[in-house]
C-alpha cells in the first residue's frame, strides 16, 4: 500500500523541481519536461501503481498537452510494422494455442519415455527454447507449466520439479531472444534494422545457443542431486492419443508459411509484417466461427501499451534526448567498445530485471543505433537485445515467463521469492558474464 | 493536401467497393464475426492497393477521432458493467413496480434515457433481461411485444446525443457538428418521436391487470460499490465538460477519449484495470469499417457509384436513402458509407441531420438494422421466447411509420 502514497508524492516532486530545473538547467525546457514526464512514467511502470497502458496513455496525453507531441506525430512514430507484426503473431499463436498445437508437441515428448531427471530436464528446456523462438512466451508458459507438473506428478518427482521447471523459465527467455519474432524487443529492433530474418538469426544465433547450453550445464550443476535421479515409472508412452484435427494442420501450415516468408524476405521483398498479416488474415477467413473468440483473445493490451510507448519513444528522439544520451555515454566511455558492451550488457540487463523491458527497448533502440553509428561497433546491437532478454531471468517478476513459473511453485510446492530470486539472480550473474565475455573475447 | 497514390494503376476502384459489398453483407448475415471481417477486408484492401496506411491516418484524421470517442464511450460503460449499473437498476424496476402498463412505459422511457447516454448494446441487453426475468416471475406476461418496443425505444433514444451511438459520431465528426449543436437539434427529435412511436405501441401492446415479483438485491447502489459511484461521476463529468471542449478548442470526440483515460488513471488501481474489459473487438470494427470505406473513397470508389446522380443533394433523398440503408445494415455502416459522399458534396448541415436522424429510425424498423437489436433478440431467442421477423416487422413498422413522416417535418421545417 505504500506506493499508492510514495508515487503520488514523487509526481509531485518532480512537477515542483521542473521550476528550479529549467531555471539552472542547460535542457531546453521542452527537453526537461520530456525527461521529467519520462521519469514519471518509468516510476509507474517499476511499482506498479496503474494499469501499465492507462499510465503510459496518460503520459503521452502530458507530452500532447505540452506541446511537445502534435497528432501526426503520433501517427509518425506509431511503428505500424511492429504493431503489425505483432499483431499478426499474436493471431497465428492464438489460432495454434486454440487448436491445441502446443499441447500435441508435449504429448509427444512424454511418449519418449526418461529414464533419468536430466533427460527430462534437457529435452523440455529444449522444446521451450525453441518453440519460445517462434511463439509468445507467455503462452509457451501457459501451456508447458501444468504439462511439466502432471508429468512431474505421474511420476512421482515431488520437489524435483522445482529445477525443472526453473530450467524451463530460463530457456523460454533465452528462446524468446533467437529470432526476430520471439520476444517485443526483438520485435522492434528487426522492425528498426530492416535486416533480414536469417541475417538476425545469423547474428543472435551463436551467443544465444552458447549461453543457452551455459544455462543447462550450470542448472546441471547447481541441482546436481535432483538431476542423476531415476525415473521409476515407465508406463507414460499411453499419452500419445493425437486427435485428427484439420484446423491443427491448417494453422501449422499457415505459421510455416509465414516462417517462410520470414525467411525468403530478400527474394519476395515482402516486410515481415505483411507476411505475418497475410497469416493471419488467411486464418481468420478460414478459421470461420472460431476465429471471433481468438480474436478476443489477442493481447489488445499489450499492443496498445508498445504503440504507446514508440510514441513516447519517438517524443525523447523528437525532443533531442535520446541524442544527449547517446553523447554522453559515448563521451564517457571515450568511444572505447569494450567499455560500451560492458556498460550495455549490464545496464541493460540490469534495467530489464526490475522494470519492463518494452519501454527500456523502445527507448534505447535509438540510442543503441546512434552508438553503433559512432564508434561501428555493429556487436552492440545484438549485446544489448541479449542482455534485454536475459535480464528476465534476475527475479521472479522480471518476466512472464519467471512470473508464470514462481507462481506455479509458489503454489505448488511454497517455493519463497527470495529463494526463487537466489537462484535466478545467481544464473543472471553466470549467463550476462559470459555474454559479456563472449563479445568482449 | 497531399493524396494518397497507388502504387500500381490495377485495379480498378470498382474492386474495392465489391469487396465492402460483400463485407456488408457477410457482416448482416453474421454480425457476431463484424470485426473478423472488416479486418479481413481492410487487410485485402490495403494488399490490393498497395496502400500506405499512415497517410490514411494523417489524410484522415477523423477515423481517430471516431475510435477515440468509441473508446471513451466503452471505457465508461466499462465501468458502468463493472459496477452493475444496468443489474441494480433493472432489480429496482422490478422490484417497484406492480402494474404491467407502467413497467412498460417506464422500461420503455429508461431504455430510450440511457441509450441517449450509454452504448445501446448493454442498456438493452440488461433490459431484455428484465423482461426475461418478469416472464419467469410471471408466468402469463409474454416479454417479446415489450422488447420490440425496447428495441425501438432504444434505437430512436440514442438519436438524441452525440455519445448515444456510433453512427452519431461518425456524422458527428464528418459533418463538423459539436456536442451542443447535436443536442440542440437532435434531442427534439429524438424526445417527440420516441413518445410519438411509444404511444402508438402503448395502445397497440397495453395490457391489463396487476402483479408482484419477488425480487432481492438492487440496494447495492448505495453500499460499497467503488466502480459504479466512479462510473456514475465519470458519466456526469463527461456529460458536464462536454459542452465546454469546443470552448476550450478540443474536439468533441478527442475530448471524450482523453477523459476516459485520464479518469482511469485518476480512479486508481483497480479502476485502472477495467481498461482490460473494454470491448475491444467493437473498438477494431468501428476502426477498419471506417479505414475500408475511407481506403475505397481515396480510391475513388464512391465518385464512380455516384458519378451522374444528384441523389444526395436533397434533403428528402438522403433521409430516405440512410432510412433505407439502415434498415438493411447496421446504422453505423450505413451512415459510414454515406459519410464520405455527403462530404464530397460538400453537403449543408441539413443533410447531415437528414442522415443521422434517417439512420436511427432505419436501425429501428427491422430485427437486423443495428448490433444491439441482433444481441437482444437473440437473449430472448435463448430463453424460448423468441419473435418472429413478421411479427417484428408489423410491430416496428406500425410504430414508426407516423415517426417517419414526423420526424421529416421537423427536419424539414426546424432545421
Not at chain 1, 500532447?64 to 512514430?77: A, P, Q
Not at chain 2, 434498415?327 to 443521422?356: H, K, Q, T
Request: proline share 4%.
Amino acid at each position: 500500500m505504500r506506493r499508492h502514497y510514495i508515487v503520488p508524492a514523487i509526481l509531485l516532486l518532480l512537477t515542483l523541481i521542473y521550476f528550479p530545473l529549467r531555471d539552472y538547467s542547460v535542457l531546453e525546457p521542452k527537453q526537461l519536461q520530456t525527461i521529467l514526464v519520462f521519469i514519471a512514467l518509468f516510476l509507474m511502470l517499476a511499482m506498479e501503481y496503474r494499469h501499465r497502458t492507462v499510465a503510459s496513455l496518460t503520459s503521452l496525453l502530458i507530452l500532447w498537452f505540452l506541446g511537445i507531441l502534435k497528432g501526426e506525430d503520433m501517427i509518425h512514430y506509431l511503428d505500424l510494422d511492429v504493431l503489425g507484426l505483432l499483431f499478426g503473431m499474436m493471431v497465428i499463436v492464438e489460432t495454434l494455442r486454440e487448436a491445441r498445437f502446443l499441447s500435441m508437441l508435449v504429448r509427444v515428448l512424454i511418449s519418449l519415455g526418461f529414464r533419468k531427471i536430466y533427460h527430462l530436464t534437457i529435452i523440455l528446456s529444449l522444446f521451450t527454447f525453441i518453440t519460445s523462438a517462434f511463439l509468445d512466451n507467455a503462452t509457451v508458459m501457459l501451456i508447458i507449466i501444468p504439462m511439466t507438473l502432471g508429468i512431474c506428478e505421474t511420476l512421482n518427482l515431488g520437489r524435483v520439479a522445482v529445477p525443472v521447471l526453473i530450467a524451463l523459465s530460463i530457456s523460454s527467455n533465452l528462446g524468446g531472444a533467437l529470432t526476430p519474432i520471439g520476444d517485443p524487443p526483438n520485435i522492434m529492433a528487426y522492425s528498426y534494422l530492416r535486416i533480414s530474418f536469417i541475417g538476425f538469426i545469423l547474428n543472435i544465433g551463436p551467443p544465444t545457443l552458447l549461453i543457452y547450453a551455459i544455462s543447462l550445464v550450470a542448472i546441471m550443476t547447481l541441482f546436481r542431486r535432483e538431476m542423476v535421479l531415476e525415473i521409476r515409472d515407465k508406463n507414460n508412452k499411453d499419452k500419445l492419443k493425437i486427435e485428427k484435427n484439420s484446423f491443427l494442420i491448417i494453422s501449422i501450415l499457415t505459421l510455416v508459411f509465414v516462417l517462410l516468408l520470414f525467411l525468403l524476405q530478400d527474394l519476395t521483398k515482402i516486410s515481415p509484417s505483411t507476411s505475418a498479416l497475410y497469416g493471419a488474415t488467411f486464418l481468420m477467413i478460414i478459421g470461420g466461427r472460431r476465429m471471433a473468440p481468438i480474436l478476443r483473445e489477442v493481447n489488445w493490451d499489450l499492443l496498445i501499451f508498445l504503440g504507446s510507448i514508440l510514441i513516447f519513444s519517438g517524443s525523447l528522439e523528437k525532443v533531442g534526448i535520446l541524442h544527449l544520451l547517446a553523447q554522453i555515454i559515448s563521451k564517457s566511455t571515450h568511444g572505447n567498445p569494450h567499455i560500451l558492451i560492458t556498460l550495455i550488457a549490464w545496464l541493460s540487463s540490469l534495467i530489464s530485471a526490475l522494470v519492463d523491458n518494452i519501454p527500456y527497448a523502445a527507448v534505447m533502440i535509438p540510442v543503441v543505433d546512434e552508438l553503433v553509428g559512432l564508434t561501428g561497433c555493429h556487436k552492440l546491437w545484438w549485446v544489448f537485445l541479449l542482455s534485454v532478454g536475459l535480464g528476465g531471468i534476475a527475479t521472479p517478476i522480471a518476466s512472464v515467463p519467471s512470473l508464470l513459473t514462481y507462481s506455479a511453485l509458489r503454489d505448488k510446492f511454497g517455493l519463497k521469492f527470495l529463494e526463487f530470486m537466489k537462484i535466478g539472480l545467481l544464473m543472471w550473474i553466470i549467463l550476462t558474464l559470459s555474454l559479456n565475455l563472449y563479445y568482449l573475447l | 493536401m497531399e493524396t494518397i497514390v497507388p502504387l500500381i494503376s490495377f485495379p480498378s476502384p470498382t474492386y474495392g467497393l465489391l469487396i465492402l459489398a460483400l463485407a456488408l453483407i457477410l457482416s448482416s448475415i453474421k454480425p457476431e464475426y463484424k470485426a473478423l471481417i472488416f479486418i479481413s477486408s481492410f487487410a485485402i484492401i490495403v494488399n490490393v492497393y498497395s496502400l500506405n496506411i499512415e497517410k490514411i491516418f494523417i489524410e484522415r484524421a477523423e477515423i481517430i477521432k471516431i475510435v477515440s470517442a468509441v473508446f471513451g464511450l466503452e471505457v465508461l460503460s466499462a465501468l458502468l458493467n463493472k459496477g452493475r449499473f444496468y443489474e441494480l437498476i433493472s432489480l429496482r424496476i422490478l422490484g417497484k413496480l406492480r402494474s404491467p402498463n407502467r413497467i412498460f412505459i417506464l422500461m420503455n422511457l429508461l431504455t430510450a434515457l440511457l441509450s441517449a447516454i450509454l452504448s445501446n448494446v448493454l442498456v438493452l441487453l440488461y433490459m431484455v433481461l428484465v423482461a426475461i426475468k418478469l416472464a419467469e416471475c410471471i408466468p402469463e406476461f409474454d416479454p417479446r411485444d415489450l422488447v420490440t418496443s425496447l428495441i425501438i425505444s432504444s434505437n430512436l433514444g440514442s438519436m438524441a446525443t452525440f455519445m448515444g451511438d456510433i453512427s452519431n459520431i461518425i456524422v458527428g465528426v464528418n459533418g463538423n457538428i459539436g456536442f451542443l449543436d447535436f443536442l440542440f437539434v437532435a434531442a427534439p427529435i429524438s424526445i417527440t418521436s420516441t413518445l410519438l412511436s411509444l404511444s402508438i405501441l402503448f395502445i397497440l401492446l397495453r395490457r391489463g391487470g396487476r402483479f408482484y415479483c419477488e425480487v432481492t438485491g438492487g440496494n447495492e447502489i448505495h453500499g460499497e460499490n467503488p466502480y459504479l459511484i466512479f462510473g456514475l461521476a465519470s458519466l456526469i463529468l463527461m456529460l458536464t465538460l462536454l459542452p465546454f471542449s469546443s470552448r476550450l478548442d478540443i474536439d468533441d470526440c478527442l475530448a471524450i477519449g482523453i477523459m476516459a483515460v485520464f479518469l482511469l488513471f485518476l480512479g486508481g488501481e483497480e479502476i485502472s484495470k477495467v481498461f482490460t474489459e473494454v470491448d475491444w473487438p467493437s473498438l477494431i470494427y468501428v476502426g477498419t469499417l471506417l479505414l475500408t470505406v475511407e481506403s475505397i473513397n481515396l480510391m475513388g470508389g464512391f465518385e464512380i457509384l455516384f458519378e451522374e446522380t444528384s441523389l444526395f443533394r436533397n434533403q428528402f433523398n438522403v433521409y430516405f436513402v440512410s432510412i433505407g440503408l439502415s434498415m438493411l445494415i447496421d446504422d453505423a455502416e450505413a451512415v459510414a458509407i454515406l459519410s464520405p459522399v455527403l462530404r464530397s458534396l460538400n453537403a449543408g448541415r441539413d443533410l447531415w441531420w437528414a442522415a443521422i436522424v434517417g439512420s436511427s429510425i432505419g436501425s429501428a424498423l427491422t430485427p437486423w438494422g443495428s448490433i444491439a437489436n441482433i444481441i437482444a433478440l437473440r437473449k430472448l431467442r435463448e430463453s424460448h421466447r423468441g419473435i418472429s421477423i413478421f411479427r417484428f416487422l408489423k410491430i416496428s413498422i406500425l410504430a414508426n411509420l407516423p415517426t417517419i413522416i414526423l420526424a421529416y417535418m421537423m427536419l424539414y421545417w426546424g432545421v
